[in-house]
């Protein structure tokens, strides 16, 4: 492993699929927003404003990642994909199906990190209770065929 915890491995994964579908869910509503002194709407200034920020959550998300408080922000960037489903209907199912992603990442991440650690402390025991070179005794050199007795 390049030392990056499998919780933050698989939260980045999850969160650059993520950051493709609202760069291009922001081009959809900022492409079906009213015109500016339309129906009621929102300006369409404000899909590409709240998705350049959303982009920019994520990029924090995943460089914070695997703390707490990243796992915690991650949780509510989906809660606000799921929400952005009042500014268009598909956002629904597209944020419930990346929240189930975070979730099942977020799981089997601390498993594998926690079997990771484990097989580590296994290791390091074995290790330790192997003989290491340093630990042979040297009183047997080479040509001496009787220890304690000068040599002919």
Sequence with gaps: MNGRS?????????LVFEMLVVFLAALVIWGLAPAPFGDGGIPSWVALAG?????????VTMRLLPRSSAIILGWVLQGLLVLAGFLNPALFVVGALFGGMWWYCM????RLDRQSAEARAAEA??????????????????GDDAPGRPAD
């Design 125 to 142: 025991a074995e290790a330790a209770d192997r003989p290491s070179a340093d630990d042979t005794p040297a009183d047997d050199a080479p």
């Design 107 to 110: 799981v089997t991440g601390a």
């Design 51 to 59: 998705g350049g920020v959303f982009l920019v959550l994520m990029v």
């Design 6 to 14: 499998a919780v933050a491995s698989l939260g980045a994964i999850v």
